[in-house]
């Protein structure tokens, strides 16, 4: 039974193309991640959302929206694709945000094609 | 800015090989994390270092965290194909809109060769 599952594993669209990835976590977890990861395999946190708060990252571009319909869900929705959108787009959760962040669990990524 | 530089970003060792990498900052953090990436998969923890000098063993793994809580090293000894990965070291930052959040350094990319 898959802790954090995401879907779908692999998107290829076109340039301008509005695509959705959602995210799910069965780990009863309150806080979720999407965190970005390019082709120098740098991972990047793109937002937090932490029982219905959401923490904006300053440097994510407002093409990119994340919605939470409930605590086990975090869909990240993108608008206007570009080709520098083009990534593995990784879902994940914590028991706790803070200075003691405890262990993310990961999804096993979305690898993002745009052409 | 919180950064945090890994090395080497490459490794590529026989294996029975023994290897360090490193993850060093300017910055004071709380705690640090090791997590290890497999191609295909999201990371998985390996280890959370909290106190400054602590050093934890995960089998053929030592983790170590700096005295002054600003840096950290894995050892591997006897190194096996198994090993191989990217190995990322993790941080949670205290600025701006980002307090709390794990950031990441850009990872050593280790292959163990048989």
């Known amino acids: 039974d898959t802790a954090v599952s995401q879907t779908p594993k692999y998107l290829v669209t076109q340039m301008g193309n509005d695509k959705s990835i959602k995210c799910e976590q069965n780990?009863?977890?309150?806080?979720m991640y999407w965190y970005k990861q390019d082709s120098k395999k740098f991972l990047k946190i793109m937002f937090s959302?932490?029982?219905?708060?959401?923490?904006i990252n300053e440097t994510v571009p407002n093409r990119f929206s994340p919605k939470s319909p409930d605590k086990a869900h975090l869909n990240l929705h993108i608008n206007s694709l570009e080709l520098g959108d083009s990534a593995v787009y990784f879902c994940?959760?914590?028991?706790?945000?803070?200075?003691?962040?405890?262990?993310?669990?990961f999804g096993e990524g979305s690898r993002l094609t745009v052409l | 800015t919180q950064l945090l530089e890994q090395s080497p970003q490459f490794l590529s060792i026989q294996e029975g090989e023994n290897l360090t990498v490193y993850c060093n900052s300017s910055?004071?953090?709380?705690?640090l994390q090791w997590y290890r990436q497999e191609p295909g998969e999201g990371p998985v923890l390996l280890v959370t270092?909290?106190?400054?000098?602590e050093v934890k063993k995960l089998k053929r793994l030592t983790f170590q965290f700096g005295d002054a809580r600003k840096d950290s090293s894995l050892h591997i000894t006897a190194a096996q194909p198994g090993d191989t990965g990217l190995y990322l070291c993790a941080a949670p930052v205290n600025y701006g809109g980002s307090q709390g959040n794990l950031i990441f350094g850009k990872g050593t990319k280790l292959s163990v060769k048989p």
């Open positions: 780990l009863g977890h309150d806080t």
């Open positions: 994940a959760s914590s028991l706790q945000r803070g200075a003691r962040t405890g262990e993310l669990f």
């Open positions: 270092v909290v106190t400054g000098g």
């Open positions: 959302y932490n029982n219905k708060e959401l923490i």
């Open positions: 910055s004071v953090f709380s705690s």
